[in-house]
């Protein structure tokens, strides 16, 4: 049963410590502020810890409005413990998957979404069947050329009204909709640029420009 990742998350002016110690079954064996641990299922909460989903190696966890997914073997990280309460987070810990990507969990107009970082893109890109998902109002939006591997299409220009991942939320974020349909949120620079990046490993670190 390996060690996993020990996270801080704003609880007032307390950062709170949270492991994943491991996997039992369909239920994620979590270690909170060093306590005895826990078993938890998806929708199980234990104070302000609600647990989200649980997978092979790896559960998502909230605390708190926070995501942050929890894996196996990882190196301990913690955020967001320079805030006092009431303050926003500034800082935000992604972790890359088994073939380098960074993709997790977010919300677009206060819809979840499934993002991947794509630091290649000059802006937000969605998948037409996403966007209705969500109800966001692309066919409003300025029409536009778009190219593709397959020659040029049409799709849609629209600024979204909030972005947020993890702690971390952008306003007034600028979006491309294709009519083709997409396995992600490719999450590009009209959301990255408002961060400063460093990459780590298989970590990524995103800090809000000042």
């Known amino acids: 049963m390996g060690l996993g990742l020990a996270l801080g998350l704003v609880q007032g002016a307390h950062a709170q ?6 996997i039992l079954g369909s239920k994620a064996l979590l270690v909170v502020d060093g306590a005895a641990p826990r078993s938890l299922a998806a929708g199980e909460s234990l104070g302000k810890v609600r ?8 559960a998502v966890v909230d605390v708190g409005g926070q995501q942050q997914r929890l894996r196996l073997g990882e190196a301990p990280v913690r955020l967001g413990s320079r805030q006092g309460a009431g303050e926003a987070e500034t800082r935000l810990v992604l972790f890359a998957d088994s073939r380098g990507h ?39 939006g300025e029409s536009i050329q778009m190219g593709t591997a397959n020659g040029s299409t ?14 971390l939320e952008v306003r007034g974020v600028e979006a491309v909709v294709t009519p083709q349909p997409m396995p992600y949120v490719l999450l590009g620079n009209s959301f990255l ?15 809000k420009r000042r």
């Open 193 to 207: 640029a408002e961060f400063r990046m460093t990459r780590q490993g298989d970590q990524m670190v995103l800090e």
């Open 51 to 58: 647990v989200l989903s649980v997978g092979r190696e790896d």
């Open 102 to 140: 960074f993709v997790e969990q977010g919300q677009i107009n206060g819809q979840s979404m499934r993002y991947m970082v794509d630091t290649g893109a000059s802006t937000v890109a969605i998948g037409r069947t996403e966007a209705e998902r969500m109800g966001l109002p692309f066919l409003q």
């Open 17 to 22: 410590s949270i492991a994943l110690a491991g």
């Open 154 to 167: 049409r799709g849609w220009r629209l600024r979204l009204d909030s972005v947020r991942i993890g702690g």
